[in-house]
């Protein structure tokens, strides 16, 4: 078993599918998962393994209790691989075209109420470098609903004072303008005159808007252990994550009256399908509009 078609395809997935790094990271970790499960069975090739084989696999799969989610994506990133692998006549077959992937259900997505939103804000430390900085993160995943790498990939170039505006490379390097709130730009200015400027201390500007102390680019895992902490020293229960603040976006902007559409190209969704989910919460919003508009209500 040749790991070369492994590099070749995690080139191919980033010259020609111009994947995201998130993306070709899974892909990777996925096959490399199946190689261990391959070398356990003695599967000396791509080509020894069969549909017998590939059910074995989602046996094994299924004992581990992953989520039908994970079990999903696995599936679909051997798929795709093996797709790539009979392009390239490495195999003659591709088992995983009758496997079937798990339905993911309709788990809700978790968001927070505007008020708790707010408590967070109140409770968050604004003073020194790294406090300006923290709060104009938290300001921006709000305000944007990016995700935690598009934040982390944000350069000082990308902003627009002007027209409060931000450059956002998504998934697949695919390109779009969001708008910045009031409160999220202002935040982002204090930082850049104070906070950061203290961050750098006469060393070389960095192209990155977001630094660590060291003034290096701040990492996803950066961005997801500070909030963590800012909610601990909130005192506040609820588990918020980065995407939370991108749920939280997307419910609060429905339930004030924002189109799908819109709402749709502000996240950077392929399709209005990822977007659907956050219908689920404008319930309220329909019911007052119906008691308001009904005469029989």
């Known amino acids: 078993m040749s790991e070369e078609w492994t590099k070749t395809f995690i080139r191919y997935l980033q010259i020609e599918r111009n994947a995201s790094v998130h993306t070709v990271e899974n892909y990777r970790k996925d096959i490399d998962d199946f190689i261990r499960f391959m070398k356990e069975?003695?599967?000396?090739?791509?080509?020894?393994?069969?549909?017998?084989?590939?059910?074995?696999?989602?046996?094994?799969?299924?004992?581990?209790?992953?989520?039908r989610k994970t079990v999903s994506r696995k599936v679909s990133a051997l798929r795709s691989f093996y797709r790539y692998l009979l392009r390239e006549e490495a195999v003659k077959e591709n088992p995983f075209v009758l496997a079937s992937i798990p339905k993911g259900g309709h788990?809700?997505?978790?968001?927070?109420?505007?008020?708790?939103?707010?408590?967070?804000?109140?409770?968050?430390?604004?003073?020194?470098?790294?406090?300006?900085?923290?709060?104009?993160?938290?300001?921006?995943?709000?305000?944007?609903?990016?995700?935690?790498?598009?934040?982390?990939?944000?350069n000082v170039s990308d902003l627009d004072t002007e027209l409060s505006t931000l450059l956002i490379r998504g998934k697949g390097n695919k390109e779009r303008y969001v708008p910045v709130g009031s409160f999220a730009m202002e935040a982002i200015e204090t930082y850049i005159k104070s906070g950061r400027k203290d961050i750098i201390n006469g060393k070389e500007n960095p192209e990155a808007l977001f630094l660590n102390y060291k003034g290096g680019r701040l990492t996803t895992k950066s961005i997801r252990t500070m909030l963590k902490k800012v909610v601990n020293d909130a005192s506040m229960s609820a588990r918020i994550s980065p995407h939370v603040f991108r749920h939280s976006f997307a419910t609060h902007m429905l339930n004030s009256g924002a189109d799908l559409r819109s709402v749709q190209e502000l996240l950077g969704h392929s399709g209005l399908s990822s977007t659907q989910v956050y219908t689920h919460v404008t319930k309220d919003r329909l019911k007052e509009t119906y008691q308001r508009s009904h005469p029989r209500a």
């Open 41 to 67: 069975y003695e599967l000396d090739s791509y080509a020894d393994v069969s549909y017998g084989e590939v059910r074995a696999y989602l046996s094994v799969l299924h004992k581990r209790e992953y989520a």
């Open 107 to 154: 788990r809700l997505p978790t968001f927070l109420y505007e008020e708790e939103v707010e408590a967070l804000f109140k409770h968050i430390e604004t003073s020194g470098s790294l406090g300006e900085r923290n709060k104009a993160i938290i300001e921006l995943l709000y305000a944007t609903g990016i995700r935690v790498s598009e934040c982390a990939g944000v």
